[in-house]
């Protein structure tokens, strides 16, 4: 059975900020909810694109495969962000892969309802086009960190981006509220895992950072 929005829970979303009460509960019927527990496959490469989805809570990774078969971080979206759009622009399949980081919930449309719904309002599409915007924004640094920092300072570079998308302030430093592996981190920054342990440990000797249960806590002057 089809879980159905509520429109009020679409006010919280970015791209539908500054809508009428009475433009969100039209949008809000073109959605279903679904949910997925950590780890979770959302979206597999090659799959036909025929869904649009939104993040009201928790934490996606977006990721490929490179020539050598290692997994290659696009990028880490949360509550707000969404993903799956491009490929219903173009009638393709599915170039990367989506899976759960955490528990999440999301907004689902499918392909003849997104369309329309660009079509009805045509201001989405300028938002969608910011916030694409800095995503690749976001992409061109993490190139430019790949070819110009070393590896503790590639490192550095993405848990202060994690902590500014998905942590919070705790005095004067920096919380980062999720269980991140060195698998991941080493994906993020083109690296061995064994590479990222060794960067922790020194950043944690240096009193840069400090790892606790499903966190970490960043307390240099990058966080």
Known sequence: MKTVLDHLALKTIPLFSGLEEEELKKIAMLFS?????????????????????????????VYRLNESGEQVVLA??????????????????RTAWVDAMTAINLYVMQKVDFRAL????????????GMLSQRLIKSDE???NLACLNVE???QKALGMLAQEFGYSEGVCR???LK??????????????????RALGRLEKKGWLTRGNDKMILRGPSS
Not at 33 to 59: C, M, T, W
Not at 118 to 129: D, H, I, N, T
Not at 180 to 197: N, P, Q, W
């Open 33 to 61: 909810v679904r949910i997925y527990q950590r780890d979770a496959a959302i979206v597999s490469y090659g799959d036909p694109a025929n869904e649009f989805f939104l993040i009201k809570h928790g934490v996606v990774r």
């Open 76 to 93: 880490i979206l949360g509550g707000g962000d969404f993903f799956g759009e491009m490929g219903l622009f173009t009638d393709s399949l």
């Open 118 to 129: 660009l079509m009805s309002f045509p201001e989405l599409c300028w938002k969608m086009l």
């Open 142 to 144: 993490q190139l430019e």
């Open 153 to 155: 300072e590639r490192l």
């Open 175 to 177: 919380v980062i509220p």
């Open 180 to 197: 991140i592996s060195h698998r991941l981190l080493g994906e993020m920054t083109g690296t061995s895992r064994e590479s990222v342990t």
